[in-house]
């Protein structure tokens, strides 16, 4: 079956054009070379996926999107882009207006783990949520279990937002799934939340743990039509590229092949309008 990955970061090889303003946030995998968009999109290609959405490499670039979304625009057939906003900007809904209606843009990630995040729960980050609802765009939210609870009424009062949770919002595991007590799988009532299940994710599990029981849990929760694969490349890098895709289809392995697509590029294909060609 064709997969999109729906967690992929770039980082150009030039420099003056695309300067890189480092955070610490993530590990430097960008200091390596190999992860532009044409070699990225070659790599994916040999490991049998179709198309990706390339998340802006916030430790690489901090929130100047200009490369993400040159890259969608550089490959309209294959690549979406999500782009980021600063949220401790005084304006950051103005900022998400502006990245958000640029060609290719699908989704706007609001970064919330990062050192000094603040913005969660104050009128800024409400003020920036409404502008994704505004623009039709998902909002795709990298925060901690902690800040869920919190950002639950905004949420609830925008049931048209399509939202996509990244890691599924770190949360702990316990005997290869999600503990019973971490705030994400309270969000199983609210139908436009979607969950990433990403390689990062998976890897928390430890050695060769099995990825199905994780995926068999959050499908009983929330439906396989909410999950979504994605596998943090290059930023995971316990292995190769062609391991992270082999390593989400054994995670869909327990579903019927109806469900195994709907995890691994189906779903990601209707939120995204993301047909590539196989």
Known sequence: MAAIDTHVHLASPDGDRYPRQPMDVGSPWWHRDGYSADE??????????????????????????????DAAARHPDRVRAVVAVDMDRPD???????????????????????????????HRGRAAVEAVADLGLTLVLTVFQAQLAVLRPLLEARPSLGVAIDHCAFPDLADG???VDQPVLTLADLPQVA???????????????DPAP??????????????????????????????LVAQGRRAVRHLDPADQAAV???NAASRFDLHPPE
């Open 40 to 69: 990225v999109l070659a790599t994916v290609t040999g490991a049998g996926v179709a198309g990706l959405l390339a998340v802006q490499a916030v430790g690489v670039y901090g929130y100047d999107n200009a490369y993400v979304v």
């Open 92 to 122: 950051p809904a103005a900022d998400v207006r502006r990245e958000g209606g640029r060609p290719g843009v699908v989704g706007v990630r609001l970064f919330a783990v990062a050192p000094g995040s603040s913005w969660v729960g104050t």
């Open 177 to 179: 799934v999600i503990a």
């Open 195 to 209: 969950l990433k299940v990403s390689s990062h994710l998976f890897g928390s599990l430890g050695g060769d743990g």
């Open 214 to 243: 994780l995926i068999d849990q959050l499908v009983r929760r929330f439906g396989p039509d909410r999950l979504l694969w994605g596998s943090d490349f290059p930023q995971t890098a316990h292995s190769s590229y062609a391991e």
């Open 264 to 266: 691994l590029g189906d």
